[in-house]
């Protein structure tokens, strides 16, 4: 990616996910996807999935074989303990992606 280009660091809540998803939420979610896909190629930095509910991991570990290993390697599922590890990864100050400790020493 040439310099200047900003990756995303995307941050998903997947608190009270249904085992039967509402059709127009799929429908914007699909829409998102195709998107992102379109318009911002090679963006993702990495996503994470917070509050991810036991029946999610089965469903990702049939789905992830299907994916690019760089594209797999982005995706992090996380339970409720979510905080330290994006507290690692994302400033909780300015929301860079520098950890707190490298965010306030590059000020």
Not at 71 to 99: Q, R
Request: proline share 7%.
């Amino acid at each position: 990616m040439r310099p200047g280009v900003e990756k995303q660091i995307i941050i998903c809540d997947l608190k009270g996910l249904s085992m039967w998803p509402h059709n127009a939420a799929m429908k914007v979610f699909r829409e998102t996807i195709r998107i992102d896909q379109a318009y911002y190629p090679e963006r993702l930095k990495v996503l994470y999935m917070i509050n991810a509910p036991w029946i999610f991991r089965p469903i990702w570990a049939m789905v992830r074989p299907w994916l690019d290993p760089v594209t797999k390697d982005k995706f992090h599922i996380l339970g409720g303990g979510y905080i330290d590890t994006l507290l690692e990864h994302v400033c909780c100050v300015c929301g860079c992606a520098f950890s707190l400790d490298v965010c306030m020493t590059l000020l």
